[in-house]
């Protein structure tokens, strides 16, 4: 069992990742399962007292989930005096999910600081169980298996915050291959939003951004008329996100 050098972290503050990618019209989210008990979680850690939070965020992301280089965002702190539980912190001992050196750490009240990321599904390796989990796999948002404490809020709120950013800033540029058709854009548009859009109005509003470059080429391999492919004019997207746009969905 990995050993928790408590002396060193900083008290009752918690880093909880909330790591979305985009697949077969899909929004899904990384989860890891506890060892001996069937209950999920959000990767995460606790914090060293001589690191910044966000380069802690990445570390435990890293050690939970074998996944580096990943861009996270914070979307929010949870500090309900409710989320803490003595009974669930025993039943980790019991199951042998911690060690019982453990429990006066973990039976602390916790104050998690929540990260997001978008990561384009095809472009992440399979991802490695950490040392208390042994499973890490991918869950569609719309089919989650049970969640541990709070985890299930933190990541409804993490989806709300995605939403509410599609009205003023572009998504996709980390969620789709690097060459797209519109329609494979509105699918992941809707997708997040939970709604269909109208092809026309979304084709207009989405190429009035200016952030889309046609690359003249046409998808192969499909049914129907092959629709052309387009790449994110990375400079001007990010120009986009940093001023936002005024669109709404």
């Known amino acids: 069992m990995t050993t928790l050098q408590t002396q060193s972290l ?35 850690g606790f914090v060293n007292q001589g690191v910044d939070l966000d380069s802690e965020a990445l570390n435990a992301l890293e050690i939970r989930t074998g996944l580096d280089n990943i861009f996270l965002k914070q979307f929010h702190t949870f500090g309900s005096i409710e989320r803490n539980d003595t009974d669930h912190n025993r039943m980790l001992v019991d199951k042998k999910v911690i060690d019982p050196e453990w429990f006066e750490w973990f039976d602390q009240r916790f104050i998690s600081v929540g990260y997001y990321a978008l990561v384009e599904y095809s472009q992440v390796r399979e991802p490695i169980p950490g040392p208390i989990s042994e499973a890490c796999e991918w869950c569609s948002v719309n089919d989650l298996p049970p969640l541990m404490l709070d985890h299930r809020h933190i990541l409804e709120t993490a989806h709300m915050t995605l939403k509410t950013e599609l009205n003023n800033q572009p998504i996709g540029l980390n969620l789709l291959p690097k060459r797209f058709s519109i329609p494979e854009l509105q699918s992941l548009y809707e997708t997040i939003l939970g709604k269909k ?30 629709p052309l492919l387009y790449e994110f004019d990375e400079e001007k997207y990010h120009a986009a996100h940093q001023a936002g746009l005024s669109s709404g969905w």
């Not at 503050?13 to 060892?35: P, T």
């Not at 109005?201 to 952030?211: E, L």
């Open 197 to 226: 859009l109208d092809r026309r109005n979304f084709r207009r509003k989405v190429m009035s951004f200016d952030i889309l470059v046609c690359t003249n080429e046409r998808r192969t391999g499909v049914a129907h008329k092959a």
């Open 10 to 44: 900083l008290p009752s503050v918690a880093i909880d990742c909330v790591v979305f990618g985009f697949h077969e019209n899909e929004l899904k989210v990384l989860l890891l399962k506890l060892k001996n008990i069937d209950l999920w979680a959000l990767p995460g």
